[in-house]
T-cell receptor
Framework: QVQLVQSGAEVKKPGASVKVSCQSS????????INWVRQATGQGPEWMGW??????????SQKFQGRVTMTRSTSISTAYLELSDLRSDDTAVYYC????FGMGVNFDFWGQGTLVTVPS | DIQMTQSPSSLSASVGDRVTITCRAS??????LNWYQQKPGKAPKLLIY???SLQSGVPSRFSGSGSGTEFTLTISSLQPEDFATYYC????????FGPGTKVEIK
């Protein structure tokens, strides 16, 4: 069965960086995009960007351009999200989610979420 | 950027009620619209994709319709497990989510 398993909770100081991992199993890793979505407490999901595990191509939300990097290791079917220059308003649960490529995609499988806390 | 809005932002309903939630896009997105259900502490769950296609395993009381700029999610007979927050998502260019509609028990 398809599973996306994320790394554990993180606490980071303002200005630091965080790297969250998302290990996929149960399907061919390079056949689907990995997306990253975050959700602050009481807020809706906020899409951050996508990565194509086959080519490494990425597409980032304008809001996060310059602060976010999405990478992968195909040998271990793992995607990574790195967010730099952390601020207190980056405190949120970060999810990875699988989708197809291009337009008209949907997020059919999700990771369990990783809480990133940036104390003010 | 395409802006997504949802109405209402919250609603109270009883078990057995028919519930309709509306999602609007600031420009045409064809049928590139998905619906998700989210319960507290859980990841969102895909219900409807491409505006009207039911995701595998999702009960048939959920349905979606619409195209262009206006879309609806309908729950034909609300069940206790349906009390949750519902989000639309456009996949026309970015993959942004709407602000959500919370369905509460009356």
């Amino acid at each position: 069965q398809v599973q996306l398993v994320q790394s554990g909770a993180e606490v980071k100081k303002p200005g630091a960086s965080v790297k969250v991992s998302c290990q996929s199993s149960g399907y061919t890793f390079t056949n689907y995009d990995i997306n990253w979505v975050r959700q602050a407490t009481g807020q809706g999901p906020e899409w951050m960007g996508w990565m194509n595990p086959n080519s490494g191509a990425t597409g980032y939300s304008q809001k996060f351009q310059g602060r976010v990097t999405m990478t992968r290791s195909t040998s271990i079917s793992t995607a990574y999200l790195e967010l730099s220059d952390l601020r207190s308003d980056d405190t949120a649960v970060y999810y990875c989610a699988r989708s197809g490529f291009g337009m008209g995609v949907n997020f059919d499988f999700w990771g369990q979420g990783t809480l990133v806390t940036v104390p003010s | 950027d395409i802006q997504m809005t949802q109405s209402p932002s919250s609603l109270s309903a009883s078990v057995g009620d028919r519930v309709t939630i509306t999602c609007r896009a600031s420009q045409s997105i064809s049928t590139y619209l998905n619906w998700y259900q989210q319960k507290p502490g859980k990841a969102p769950k895909l219900l409807i994709y491409a505006a009207s296609s039911l995701q595998s395993g999702v009960p048939s009381r959920f349905s979606g319709s619409g195209s262009g700029t206006e879309f609806t999610l309908t729950i034909s007979s609300l069940q206790p497990e349906d009390f949750a927050t519902y989000y639309c998502q456009q996949s026309y260019n970015t993959r942004a989510f709407g602000p959500g509609t919370k369905v509460e028990i009356k």
